[in-house]
Nanobody
Framework: QVQLVESGGGLVQAGGSLRLSCAAS????????VGWFRQAPGKEREFVAAISWGGGNTYYADSVKGRFTTSRDNAKNTVYLQMNSLKPEDTADYYCATPFIAKVHPNYYSLKSYHNWGQGTQVTVSS
């Protein structure tokens, strides 16, 4: 099982930027699709972005499209979420996750497609 560790969260003013990292323990990380989700206090966990196992395709929630970009660095076994033009409503705990099975194209937008989760990193955007 791939171990995932998120980092890069913090406090930022509205309009600012943060880059989250999702580092994996396995050199086979590139064979896994990776999803980014977030959960605000009192709300359900929601899809933010995803990247395919080859890195050739990315997917975004409408609420972040044009502001967030996900990418992967295979040499570093790391996936990134670059977040620009942050808004107070982006405040949440952010999680990365993978399916159990490698080399699949799941329903990227569905929480149920992901079974292996990191511990999360907190993002707070002040107005």
């Amino acid at each position: 099982q791939v171990q995932l560790v998120e980092s890069g969260g913090g406090l930022v003013q509205a309009g600012g930027s943060l880059r989250l990292s999702c580092a994996a323990s396995a050199r086979t990380f590139n064979n896994y699709a990776v999803g980014w989700f977030r959960q605000a206090p009192g709300k359900e966990r929601e899809f933010v972005a995803a990247i395919s196992w080859g890195g050739g395709n990315t997917y975004y929630a409408d609420s972040v499209k044009g502001r967030f970009t996900t990418s992967r660095d295979n040499a570093k076994n790391t996936v990134y979420l670059q977040m620009n033009s942050l808004k107070p409503e982006d405040t949440a705990d952010y999680y990365c996750a993978t399916p159990f099975i490698a080399k699949v194209h799941p329903n990227y937008y569905s929480l149920k497609s992901y079974h292996n989760w990191g511990q999360g990193t907190q993002v707070t955007v002040s107005s």
